[in-house]
Nanobody, 126 residues
Framework: QVQLVESGGGLVQAGGSLRLSCAAS????????MAWFRQAPGKEREFVAS????????YYADSVKGRFTISRDNAKNTVYLQTNSLKPEDTAVYYC???????????????????WGQGTQVTVSS
């Protein structure tokens, strides 16, 4: 059974940084696409970034490009999201998600991800 457990959220001032972690377990993840989504109060869950477990190809939402970096550590079965230059509008619950392979055009489609973590809160104060 696949389990995704996020950690690393917290309260940070605007301009600060946080590193979010997603520990994955339950199977081998080669061939998986892993992603981070976020959901702010009253808003829909939106795509942030994705990475292919094999090969490491990455894809970012325009709103975070140049500020956030997604990466993975195969030995630790962990996916990371380094968030820099945080803004108050980055405040949200951040979710880790996984899917078995996805074509490029579906990487940002939350409906295609079958595995989800419980989320970690990121709050950015102005």
């Amino acid at each position: 059974q696949v389990q995704l457990v996020e950690s690393g959220g917290g309260l940070v001032q605007a301009g600060g940084s946080l590193r979010l972690s997603c520990a994955a377990s339950g199977r081998t993840f080669s061939g998986f696409t892993m992603a981070w989504f976020r959901q702010a109060p009253g808003k829909e869950r939106e795509f942030v970034a994705s990475i292919r477990w094999s090969g490491g190809g990455t894809y970012y939402a325009d709103s975070v490009k140049g500020r956030f970096t997604i990466s993975r550590d195969n030995a630790k079965n962990t996916v990371y999201l380094q968030t820099n230059s945080l803004k108050p509008e980055d405040t949200a619950v951040y979710y880790c998600a996984g899917a078995i392979g996805l074509p490029y055009k579906l990487l940002s489609d939350r409906g295609k991800y079958g595995y989800w973590g419980q989320g970690t809160q990121v709050t950015v104060s102005s």
